[in-house]
DNA sequence: CGACATTATGACACCGGTGTCAGACTGTAT
DNA sequence: ATACAGTCTGACACCGGTGTCATAATGTCG
């Protein structure tokens, strides 16, 4: 099996190399005659590109990064699967790489991914995607980049996320009908846009039908199981208990679900437990948590699909756009008792 | 910021590109005094290869490929966090590509994914580590690779694995020794090796202890929730029921552990649950399972270290590896009660 | 000191594609 | 027939590195 290259497809089809590329990138100006005939020896001869050396001469990759730093590994699986769609459609790679939104280094880090990678685009995932310092850096550096899942507004690139202040709305609303008026809410990480617009839609909820804030229900958590744990302690101490509890995420509402069967309190008949995300989890577990789905696959396939759109030919006018929530109720949430 | 190239370096350290290229490579022939001076050029410049052009000349990618196809999202994020590690620290970048070993045309899929990203070497995670065709395929393309949990002995490549058998044999001699008996098994996908693997070590187990093997007890799962919850249904619909359930991997257990809590079967007192891998899950739920905690991660890592090693410099002697698993003991498994 | 091995360096082709540009070949209007 | 625009094609340089080989500089030994 010999190397196939594009000379001896051009010597082999009798015509020069640069017309052989031409077929290749389907440029005008090749006469239909010759197009066939090259057509014909790339598959006599199974002739396929070679993407390193197509990147060389084009300085481009055919890679698009993937940037994350998530405790939720559904989270990030989700994402990475809906990247993949998109990027295998169009022949595209991904490369993930994890780092932290803390590290001091952050810029440096993805300078070094960027130079020793050559990357055509980067997608960022929450909480890069609001990352003031690394959106200017690529601004500055010229990286197309889209951003998954964030709030800024106003930004010239492209965005997709998703109605989190809807979702969040819609579940508490939920809770609110089942007769509860007591419900603790344990936010996000408080770098996640995510995390003050789903917090925002409780509020409107509980506001909309005349429930008073109570500041004494609300916990500060990190998206991750762990900090469920511990908002979980402090919400399940609480005197007079709230009925319901509604968690910024799935982990955080598994976390509750296990401390109260713990406690030996009855899910959902003495407390009524919500999550965020239909991650695994939630159906993973019994009861089976009252979630909101976030179309995460769907986000990012459609943000990779927009950024290489964009690399490939430049918009003017940058895509965005938002996406439905949509509530999934399961065993963890019922109407409250009235003990 | 203009671009810096070799051209612009060798100019300006007044050497030959040739020159730059030897001390950018640690070639010998270099006198001290040229190195120092190409050395302190970079520095001023703040050079960085372009790992395009190198791939171009070298003919590689610097990019390792990771295969999966796998149900367990968790098993998935482990796996690539331990080839992350790995490539960072050898400069090599992961590209991620599920694909299905059922597919009739894996060998073609493969065959794509060579000719678009010129991986450098592949990493085969079950129950890829495990494919005769595909290997074959790829020992035939001269394609370096490492197989990741394969119990194939004998190969000639590279291949690091944990000791299913042994710990599946803990476990059950785990629960023997809690005074159970009739200790239903819930095997895994029969196209990973693993599945023999640690059915063997719970049926030496029981021999072991003179217990007699009840085909009655044994269930077929695939390793995903959902065969899970199938295979719970048919074990807990048995007459008599076990007093013990082993699940093959912790998604299946987490679903035994599901339907009996549904059906008020109360876990450890009326049924204890193991299972295996130490995933997320098993401290996520009430109660936490007990399982045997295997270093995936470890495995990756050692077996991509392995691989690039193998790359820069092919070895004679193959490197196979065994690591040890490890029982970890939780809430749902407890002495067997006397009722 | 001459013969020879060793070290250090650079010129140049090459990896496998693409961009630029010039030139040949068409077709159409004058 | 002539001028001119538009279509098609190939020669050649170039992307940014590495491999080969020749040659210059240095060291070693009898």
């Known amino acids: 099996m010999k190397k196939v290259t594009i000379n001896s497809v051009a010597e082999y089809a009798g015509v020069s190399k640069k017309t052989v590329s031409r077929v290749l990138n389907n440029e005008p100006n090749v006469s239909p005659a010759t197009r066939e005939k090259v057509l014909k020896v790339f598959e006599e001869l199974n002739y396929k590109p070679n993407p390193i050396a197509r990147g060389l001469a084009q300085n481009r990759s055919f890679i698009i990064g993937c940037l994350y730093d998530n405790p939720s590994k559904s989270y990030i699986t989700r994402v990475q699967s809906g990247a993949l769609e998109a990027c295998q459609k169009h022949s595209y790679n991904l490369l993930i790489h994890p780092c932290e939104l803390r590290g001091q280094d952050l810029i440096d880090n993805v300078e070094q991914l960027l130079t020793t990678s050559r990357l055509d685009g980067i997608v960022l995932t ?12 690529l601004k500055q550096r010229k990286i197309p980049y889209a951003r998954v899942a964030s709030a800024i507004e106003g930004d010239d690139s492209i965005s997709i996320r998703s109605n989190d202040e809807q979702g969040a709305f819609e579940l508490t609303e939920h809770l609110i009908k089942l007769g509860h008026t007591e419900i603790a809410f344990i936010k996000g990480h408080p770098d996640h846009s995510a995390t003050e617009n789903r917090f925002s839609g409780y509020q409107r909820a509980i506001a909309k039908h005349g429930i008073d804030f109570q500041p004494r229900l609300v916990a500060e958590g990190n998206f991750s199981y762990h900090s469920g744990a511990d908002s979980a302690k402090a919400i399940l101490d609480l005197d007079p208990r709230p009925t319901a509890v509604f968690a910024s995420n799935d982990y955080m509402a598994a976390a509750v679900l296990k401390l109260a069967t713990q406690r030996e309190i009855k899910v959902p008949q ?47 006018t940058p895509f965005q756009h938002v996406l439905e929530a949509k509530l999934i ?8 008792s009235n003990s």
Chains 1, 2 share one sequence.
């Not at 929450?126 to 850096?137: G, R, Y």
């Not at 003495?270 to 965020?276: C, M």
Request: hydrophobic content about 40%; proline content about 9%.
């Open 126 to 137: 929450p909480p890069f995607s609001d990352s003031k310092e690394l959106i200017a850096f």
């Open 329 to 336: 109720t399961r065993e963890s949430t019922q109407a409250r």
């Open 270 to 316: 003495q407390l009524s437990i919500a999550g965020f995300d239909n991650a695994p989890i939630a159906r993973h577990i019994w009861p089976g948590l009252t979630t909101i789905a976030q179309p995460v696959e769907e986000m990012t396939r459609i943000a990779v699909e927009e950024l290489i759109k964009h690399i490939s030919q430049p918009q003017e």
